[in-house]
């Protein structure tokens, strides 16, 4: 890998990774159309360590007091006092899925499930699925029924987005995407399904990041050049995914994920179309 490509990769990370379009998909997809060769899911997991600082600087007040709500119960006795304690500990069950999951079919996930058919076929599934949940909202919405708002997510809520995060495993769903879907679905806000997943991400964003950068040291520190473009690309995906998220916040609030749902289909409709034509190998 070339340091051009390197910041090109990062910048792509940082931009999909908020978006419900899969940033996996783009790291994987960019590469084939330049005549890069892949990646890998290692370096994927590692570059996310800069969408994740992105999250932790961008909802810092709201981590914070999380910690300080959860820290205190647990020194009171009382762990699910307090609001802030409880999506503490709702964050950290919705997590359970992903993790076992992720461990159960890791070898998979590193390399069948990285086909090109997989992500297309992923890309334009769950746009549809995302496409039924906003149909959900919308009808909810024309009949003055209320949306949930970050206070009122339960452990139901917490637990089905875990799950639903989960999904994200197969490249091409993207975690956004399928948590924010699983959001709809449940009748959180835009806004706020896409709060939520935020939060709901960094564990197991965090825990991936570290085990691959564990695993694969002793290659990344066998040169400089190796070293420089892992920390120029996760540089580049905390700058853009810094700035990804809040206009994602910002268009949700008066926007519905239709532009998302319709570059889903293009996108996977037109790598189905490269695959077929012989000028993209999957």
């Known amino acids: 890998m070339t340091l051009f490509e390197a910041t090109i990769l990062g910048i792509v990370q940082g931009l999909t990774e908020f978006l419900p379009i899969s940033s996996t998909a783009h790291l994987r997809i960019v590469p084939a159309l330049a005549g890069w060769s892949d990646p890998g899911a290692a370096f994927t997991a590692i570059v996310q360590l800069g969408t994740l600082v992105a ?14 709500g959860v820290i205190q119960g647990i020194i009171q006795g009382k762990p699910l006092e307090s609001a802030e304690a409880k999506m503490g500990w709702m964050i950290a069950a919705g997590t359970i899925p992903i993790v076992v999951l992720g461990l159960l079919f890791k070898s ?3 390399t069948s499930l990285r086909s090109l058919y997989w992500i297309s076929s992923a890309l334009i599934g769950l746009g549809l699925v995302l496409s039924l949940a906003e149909w959900k909202i919308k009808n909810r919405l024309t009949k ?10 339960g452990w139901i809520d917490a637990l089905l987005i875990g799950f639903a995060q989960s999904v994200a495993l197969i490249p091409g769903s993207s975690r956004s995407g399928v948590t924010i879907t699983g959001g709809l679905l449940l009748n959180l806000s835009r806004e ?14 965090f825990a991936a990041a570290l085990l691959e950068l564990y695993k694969t040291w002793a290659v ?5 050049d190796n070293i420089t473009n892992i920390v120029v690309a996760t540089l580049m995906s905390g700058i853009v995914g810094y ?11 008066k926007h519905t994920t239709t532009i998302f749902i319709a570059y889903r289909l293009i ?16």
């Not at 999250?55 to 300080?68: A, E, G, N, P, S």
């Not at 706020?192 to 964003?205: E, G, M, Y």
């Not at 990344?220 to 400089?224: L, R, V, Y």
Request: charged content about 15%; proline content about 4%.
């Open 108 to 110: 998979q996930i590193e």
């Open 243 to 253: 700035a990804s998220i809040g206009f994602l916040l910002s268009y949700l609030k």
């Open 267 to 282: 996108a996977g409709a037109a790598i189905l179309y490269l695959l077929a034509t012989g000028k993209l190998q999957p």
């Open 220 to 224: 990344i520190s066998a040169s400089t």
């Open 192 to 205: 706020t399904a896409a709060r939520f997943s935020f939060l709901l991400s960094l564990p197991s964003v």
């Open 55 to 68: 999250v932790l600087i961008y909802f810092r007040k709201d981590i914070t007091v999380i910690i300080q």
């Open 144 to 153: 003055g029924l209320p949306l949930k708002s970050m206070k009122e997510v």
